[in-house]
Protein backbone atom coordinates (compact mmCIF):
# COMPACT_ATOMS: atom_id res chain seq x y z
CA UNK A 1 0.00 0.00 0.00
CA UNK A 2 0.81 3.70 0.13
CA UNK A 3 1.51 3.75 -3.85
CA UNK A 4 2.87 6.81 -5.62
CA UNK A 5 1.44 6.53 -8.95
CA UNK A 6 -2.53 6.87 -8.22
CA UNK A 7 -4.50 7.55 -10.98
CA UNK A 8 -8.33 7.19 -11.86
CA UNK A 9 -9.17 6.15 -15.26
CA UNK A 10 -12.64 5.69 -14.74
CA UNK A 11 -14.98 9.00 -13.26
CA UNK A 12 -18.48 10.66 -13.46
CA UNK A 13 -19.50 14.15 -12.78
CA UNK A 14 -22.51 15.79 -12.31
CA UNK A 15 -22.39 15.80 -16.52
CA UNK A 16 -23.48 12.28 -16.23
CA UNK A 17 -27.31 11.27 -15.62
CA UNK A 18 -26.25 9.06 -12.41
CA UNK A 19 -23.08 11.74 -11.29
CA UNK A 20 -23.98 14.29 -8.30
CA UNK A 21 -20.57 15.85 -8.39
CA UNK A 22 -19.15 18.24 -10.17
CA UNK A 23 -15.69 18.05 -11.77
CA UNK A 24 -14.35 21.07 -9.66
CA UNK A 25 -15.44 19.38 -6.37
CA UNK A 26 -14.10 15.55 -7.50
CA UNK A 27 -10.74 17.26 -8.90
CA UNK A 28 -10.29 18.51 -5.32
CA UNK A 29 -11.01 15.62 -3.87
CA UNK A 30 -8.46 13.80 -5.63
CA UNK A 31 -5.45 16.23 -5.71
CA UNK A 32 -5.98 16.41 -1.90
CA UNK A 33 -5.59 12.41 -2.03
CA UNK A 34 -2.76 12.84 -3.99
CA UNK A 35 -3.92 11.10 -7.27
CA UNK A 36 -1.97 12.26 -10.34
CA UNK A 37 -3.97 11.97 -13.28
CA UNK A 38 -8.00 11.24 -13.39
CA UNK A 39 -9.89 10.83 -16.40
CA UNK A 40 -13.59 11.92 -17.10
CA UNK A 41 -15.47 9.36 -18.90
CA UNK A 42 -18.92 10.30 -18.15
CA UNK A 43 -22.04 8.62 -19.99
CA UNK A 44 -22.97 8.37 -23.68
CA UNK A 45 -25.68 5.04 -23.04
CA UNK A 46 -26.12 4.87 -26.42
CA UNK A 47 -29.57 3.10 -26.81
CA UNK A 48 -31.57 6.39 -25.68
CA UNK A 49 -28.60 9.11 -26.66
CA UNK A 50 -30.83 11.44 -28.13
CA UNK A 51 -33.98 11.01 -25.95
CA UNK A 52 -31.94 11.61 -23.09
CA UNK A 53 -29.87 14.22 -24.29
CA UNK A 54 -26.28 12.73 -24.35
CA UNK A 55 -25.49 14.19 -27.13
CA UNK A 56 -25.47 17.54 -25.03
CA UNK A 57 -24.28 15.91 -21.43
CA UNK A 58 -20.78 14.87 -23.29
CA UNK A 59 -19.97 18.01 -25.19
CA UNK A 60 -20.47 19.83 -21.20
CA UNK A 61 -18.63 17.45 -19.75
CA UNK A 62 -15.75 17.99 -22.29
CA UNK A 63 -15.89 21.69 -22.19
CA UNK A 64 -16.09 21.51 -17.80
CA UNK A 65 -13.24 19.07 -18.26
CA UNK A 66 -10.97 21.25 -20.39
CA UNK A 67 -11.79 24.32 -18.02
CA UNK A 68 -10.59 21.79 -15.02
CA UNK A 69 -7.27 20.57 -16.95
CA UNK A 70 -6.09 23.99 -16.90
CA UNK A 71 -7.44 25.06 -13.54
CA UNK A 72 -5.90 22.42 -11.98
CA UNK A 73 -2.30 22.07 -14.50
CA UNK A 74 0.32 21.12 -11.97
CA UNK A 75 -1.29 20.09 -9.09
CA UNK A 76 -3.49 17.21 -11.14
CA UNK A 77 -3.39 15.72 -14.60
CA UNK A 78 -7.19 15.82 -15.97
CA UNK A 79 -7.63 13.79 -18.93
CA UNK A 80 -11.09 13.75 -21.34
CA UNK A 81 -12.76 10.76 -21.76
CA UNK A 82 -16.38 9.14 -22.36
CA UNK A 83 -18.16 6.15 -21.12
CA UNK A 84 -19.78 4.64 -24.30
CA UNK A 85 -22.34 2.26 -23.12
CA UNK A 86 -23.53 -0.31 -25.84
CA UNK A 87 -22.76 1.72 -28.65
CA UNK A 88 -23.49 -1.27 -31.55
CA UNK A 89 -27.38 -0.63 -29.97
CA UNK A 90 -27.24 2.53 -31.59
CA UNK A 91 -24.07 2.77 -34.13
CA UNK A 92 -25.34 6.45 -35.32
CA UNK A 93 -25.48 7.76 -31.26
CA UNK A 94 -21.78 5.79 -30.57
CA UNK A 95 -20.45 7.93 -33.51
CA UNK A 96 -21.64 11.08 -32.93
CA UNK A 97 -20.22 10.65 -29.18
CA UNK A 98 -16.60 9.33 -30.82
CA UNK A 99 -16.54 12.86 -33.20
CA UNK A 100 -17.83 15.09 -30.70
CA UNK A 101 -14.81 16.02 -28.81
CA UNK A 102 -11.05 14.83 -28.70
CA UNK A 103 -10.77 12.28 -26.02
CA UNK A 104 -7.83 10.86 -24.33
CA UNK A 105 -9.70 7.91 -23.68
CA UNK A 106 -12.66 5.80 -24.33
CA UNK A 107 -14.34 3.35 -22.27
CA UNK A 108 -16.96 0.98 -23.54
CA UNK A 109 -19.00 -0.56 -21.63
CA UNK A 110 -22.27 -2.79 -21.83
CA UNK A 111 -25.10 -2.18 -19.09
CA UNK A 112 -28.01 -4.26 -20.89
CA UNK A 113 -28.07 -6.65 -23.40
CA UNK A 114 -30.41 -5.94 -26.64
CA UNK A 115 -34.11 -5.68 -26.15
CA UNK A 116 -32.99 -6.16 -22.12
CA UNK A 117 -32.74 -3.39 -19.17
CA UNK A 118 -29.63 -2.51 -17.42
CA UNK A 119 -28.27 -4.93 -15.28
CA UNK A 120 -28.83 -3.27 -11.89
CA UNK A 121 -32.57 -3.32 -12.66
CA UNK A 122 -33.05 -6.86 -13.09
CA UNK A 123 -34.67 -9.62 -10.66
CA UNK A 124 -32.15 -12.28 -10.85
CA UNK A 125 -34.25 -14.51 -8.14
CA UNK A 126 -36.69 -14.78 -11.34
CA UNK A 127 -34.26 -14.61 -14.26
CA UNK A 128 -32.38 -17.74 -16.59
CA UNK A 129 -28.78 -16.38 -15.08
CA UNK A 130 -26.61 -18.49 -17.37
CA UNK A 131 -29.05 -17.70 -20.60
CA UNK A 132 -28.74 -14.24 -19.66
CA UNK A 133 -24.75 -14.07 -19.37
CA UNK A 134 -23.94 -16.47 -22.09
CA UNK A 135 -25.68 -13.27 -24.15
CA UNK A 136 -24.03 -10.94 -22.63
CA UNK A 137 -20.52 -11.79 -22.95
CA UNK A 138 -21.45 -12.27 -26.36
CA UNK A 139 -22.65 -9.16 -27.16
CA UNK A 140 -19.23 -7.95 -25.26
CA UNK A 141 -17.00 -9.89 -27.73
CA UNK A 142 -18.94 -8.14 -31.05
CA UNK A 143 -18.65 -4.89 -29.80
CA UNK A 144 -14.52 -5.56 -28.75
CA UNK A 145 -14.48 -7.26 -32.71
CA UNK A 146 -16.27 -3.15 -33.32
CA UNK A 147 -13.27 -2.22 -31.49
CA UNK A 148 -13.58 1.41 -32.00
CA UNK A 149 -12.29 1.95 -28.25
CA UNK A 150 -9.43 1.59 -25.80
CA UNK A 151 -10.41 0.40 -22.46
CA UNK A 152 -12.86 -2.40 -21.88
CA UNK A 153 -14.97 -1.49 -18.98
CA UNK A 154 -15.72 -3.57 -15.75
CA UNK A 155 -16.35 -7.01 -17.96
CA UNK A 156 -18.29 -8.47 -15.34
CA UNK A 157 -20.27 -5.92 -14.24
CA UNK A 158 -23.43 -8.05 -13.92
CA UNK A 159 -21.38 -9.63 -11.34
CA UNK A 160 -22.41 -7.36 -8.89
CA UNK A 161 -26.01 -7.51 -8.80
CA UNK A 162 -26.31 -11.18 -9.93
CA UNK A 163 -23.75 -12.61 -7.03
CA UNK A 164 -23.38 -9.25 -5.05
CA UNK A 165 -26.79 -7.99 -4.68
CA UNK A 166 -29.02 -10.75 -5.33
CA UNK A 167 -26.50 -13.98 -3.79
CA UNK A 168 -26.71 -15.92 -6.82
CA UNK A 169 -23.74 -17.71 -6.92
CA UNK A 170 -21.93 -17.99 -10.59
CA UNK A 171 -19.46 -20.11 -12.01
CA UNK A 172 -17.12 -18.39 -14.31
CA UNK A 173 -15.68 -21.36 -15.56
CA UNK A 174 -18.80 -21.61 -17.23
CA UNK A 175 -18.21 -18.44 -19.47
CA UNK A 176 -14.48 -19.06 -20.02
CA UNK A 177 -14.71 -20.09 -24.18
CA UNK A 178 -16.06 -16.51 -24.14
CA UNK A 179 -14.33 -14.64 -22.04
CA UNK A 180 -11.09 -15.90 -23.79
CA UNK A 181 -12.20 -15.21 -26.91
CA UNK A 182 -12.72 -11.59 -25.87
CA UNK A 183 -9.38 -11.43 -23.83
CA UNK A 184 -7.62 -12.54 -26.74
CA UNK A 185 -9.43 -10.37 -29.49
CA UNK A 186 -8.76 -7.53 -27.02
CA UNK A 187 -4.99 -8.17 -26.78
CA UNK A 188 -4.48 -8.74 -30.59
CA UNK A 189 -5.84 -5.40 -31.19
CA UNK A 190 -3.96 -3.23 -28.43
CA UNK A 191 -6.61 -2.63 -25.88
CA UNK A 192 -6.52 -2.41 -22.49
CA UNK A 193 -8.67 -4.53 -20.16
CA UNK A 194 -10.10 -1.71 -17.26
CA UNK A 195 -10.05 -2.94 -13.62
CA UNK A 196 -13.24 -1.69 -11.74
CA UNK A 197 -12.86 -1.24 -8.33
CA UNK A 198 -16.57 -0.32 -7.57
CA UNK A 199 -17.32 -3.86 -6.92
CA UNK A 200 -14.97 -3.33 -3.50
CA UNK A 201 -17.68 -0.97 -2.01
CA UNK A 202 -21.23 -3.34 -2.85
CA UNK A 203 -22.08 -6.50 -1.27
CA UNK A 204 -20.47 -7.75 -3.90
CA UNK A 205 -16.87 -6.82 -2.50
CA UNK A 206 -14.27 -7.57 -5.50
CA UNK A 207 -13.46 -5.40 -8.62
CA UNK A 208 -14.94 -6.11 -12.30
CA UNK A 209 -12.96 -7.90 -13.53
CA UNK A 210 -11.72 -10.14 -10.36
CA UNK A 211 -8.42 -12.02 -10.23
CA UNK A 212 -8.92 -14.82 -12.01
CA UNK A 213 -9.72 -13.09 -15.56
CA UNK A 214 -6.40 -11.08 -15.01
CA UNK A 215 -4.39 -13.84 -14.26
CA UNK A 216 -5.97 -14.95 -17.29
CA UNK A 217 -5.14 -12.04 -19.28
CA UNK A 218 -1.99 -12.05 -18.29
CA UNK A 219 -1.52 -15.35 -19.45
CA UNK A 220 -2.66 -14.51 -22.48
CA UNK A 221 -0.32 -12.26 -23.76
CA UNK A 222 -2.56 -9.39 -21.96
CA UNK A 223 -0.32 -6.10 -20.91
CA UNK A 224 -2.77 -3.09 -21.00
CA UNK A 225 -4.76 -2.58 -18.09
CA UNK A 226 -6.17 0.51 -17.09
CA UNK A 227 -7.97 1.06 -13.68
CA UNK A 228 -11.08 3.18 -11.84
CA UNK A 229 -13.26 3.59 -9.46
CA UNK A 230 -16.32 4.51 -11.49
CA UNK A 231 -17.12 6.94 -8.96
CA UNK A 232 -20.52 9.08 -8.98
CA UNK A 233 -19.39 10.67 -6.04
CA UNK A 234 -16.49 12.75 -5.03
CA UNK A 235 -16.30 11.14 -1.66
CA UNK A 236 -15.26 8.14 -3.95
CA UNK A 237 -13.08 8.95 -6.20
CA UNK A 238 -9.81 7.36 -5.94
CA UNK A 239 -11.77 4.62 -3.93
CA UNK A 240 -9.97 1.13 -3.57
CA UNK A 241 -7.12 1.89 -6.28
CA UNK A 242 -4.89 1.01 -3.73
CA UNK A 243 -6.39 -2.49 -3.71
CA UNK A 244 -6.49 -2.99 -7.23
CA UNK A 245 -2.78 -1.76 -7.62
CA UNK A 246 -2.50 -4.82 -5.34
CA UNK A 247 -4.08 -6.90 -7.28
CA UNK A 248 -2.37 -6.22 -10.75
CA UNK A 249 0.98 -6.41 -9.03
CA UNK A 250 -0.45 -10.17 -7.28
CA UNK A 251 -1.35 -11.20 -11.00
CA UNK A 252 2.52 -10.02 -11.96
CA UNK A 253 1.51 -7.01 -13.93
CA UNK A 254 4.13 -4.56 -13.20
CA UNK A 255 2.33 -1.49 -14.98
CA UNK A 256 -1.00 0.26 -15.06
CA UNK A 257 -1.84 1.81 -18.41
CA UNK A 258 -3.01 5.22 -18.49
CA UNK A 259 -3.73 7.14 -22.36
CA UNK A 260 -3.40 10.66 -23.54
CA UNK A 261 -4.66 11.24 -26.63
CA UNK A 262 -5.73 7.50 -27.21
CA UNK A 263 -2.33 6.41 -26.82
CA UNK A 264 -1.56 4.03 -23.97
CA UNK A 265 0.96 4.86 -21.70
CA UNK A 266 2.85 2.16 -19.30
CA UNK A 267 2.97 4.06 -15.56
CA UNK A 268 5.00 1.62 -12.96
CA UNK A 269 3.18 0.40 -10.40
CA UNK A 270 4.93 1.89 -7.22
ZN1 LIG B 1 -20.37 1.48 -16.75
ZN1 LIG C 1 -19.02 4.17 -15.21
Given at each position: MGYKNLVDFHVHTD????GHDSLMVMSERAAAKGIRAIA??????CHRYYKDNFHLAIRYSHFETLKAKNAFRGQLAIMTGIELGQPLHNLEAAEDALSANRYDIVVAGL????GGDDFWKL?????NVPTLLHAYFDEIYEMVCWGRFDSLA?????LRY?????QIPVDLADYAEQIDRILERLIADGKSLELNT??????????????DILRRYKELGGQYVTIGS??????????NIEDGLSLLKQADFDFVTIYDQREPILLPII
Open positions: NSCDVTDHAEHLIRDYHNAHLTYPIEGRDQGYRTEYGRPTPDMDAHYAVDIGA
